[in-house]
């Protein structure tokens, strides 16, 4: 139990630099950024150089910001899937993994609106020789499950145009951390899905809240150290800025900026045509990262369109996408869920005489003694 009497007087000791002034900093960042988009060669000689740092590259003027139509959408069909999981647990005696997928399908109209929701539970059960990369084999699953469960309901609905939303970056960076199995297992298989949506014309886009991406800041290192960043220090003053700090200096609530190609090194391992552009979006609340394809960025109707349904779902859900939050809501497995998972394990085993060995710290998680 928290001592939360100790704990006062320890917060208290050190309230003075729990919160930062940064006030200095975001306004060299802020200064910087003006004089780079007021320089019309700023990005070939930035792109000439040689950055240490990942510099996304544009087309449009970066000083240009979009606002959205603030007239309500008369129709619209919005998808999204989120999925939860339960690891391999070797205190609990099983090498069983579970992953549920919770998928919504809201469909609104100018009449009668209506949501569907539906869950789908994946069991895997783990070899010895694959333990050490369980943890990321249920990731990379779970991430395939729901490009899979989102599609086939965008599939269901062949005349509305739906869009699909989801919780994450289509920049498949936790592959980066991976062993190469898997990272050259699950990626073809990423990129096969993601071909589907474009073959089929169903717009996606990836939703990041609270962004912790520095690409636009990046640019302003490169402005700062006067694009000779690996001879000059002059851009460290910023280096722990973001680019929601940037972004909050000229957006509006529900503007967006300018389309971004992202260049990291995984990107390049991606068809031209799936190949990730980004833009920062101001929905009231917060100002998110949107991620898209190539080919759905290509066209500014398309842009238009997820700009729409994102903003109108962030009005509905007070700063936060509906269906994205209720996908959660329904992949999340809570307490009782992950008891009955286990409880089920340990019947099975009993109705086939097989001994389930539950480590001491489960047990004694579960009893509780003086």
Known sequence: MLNRSVLLGQLSQIEGKLF???SNEYALLIESWKKLIQDPEFQDRAQESSSPWSLPSWEENLSLSYA??????????AIAADG????????SGTLCSLVNIGIIVAHYQSQKSSIKMDTKPYVHLFEEKDWFEAIDIVNCRRQELEF???LQAALEIPTDNPIVLFDG?????????MSERLHDEYLPRYLALLDYYYKNKILIAGYISMPKSKELVNLVRMQLSDCDPNNNDAHTQVDHMLDTHVAQSFLQPFERTILFANHSPIVKLYPAHLKP????????????????????AESKDNIDSIVKTICDQSRKGFGYPVVLSE????AVVKGPDRDFFYHTIYDLGQQQ?????????????RIVSV
């Open 84 to 91: 939860s999981q339960i690891y391999p647990d070797r205190h």
């Open 353 to 365: 005489k097989r001994m389930i060995a539950f480590s001491l710290k489960q047990v004694k998680k």
């Open 277 to 296: 552009y980004f833009f920062y979006l101001h929905v009231g609340d917060e100002i998110v990262r949107i991620e898209v394809p190539a080919w759905v």
């Open 20 to 22: 930062s002034d940064y």
């Open 169 to 177: 970056s289509l920049i498949f960076w936790h592959l980066e951390n």
């Open 148 to 150: 899979k469960h989102a």
């Open 68 to 77: 959205d139509n603030p007239n309500p959408i008369d129709s619209y069909v």
């Open 327 to 330: 996908a959660h809501e329904q």
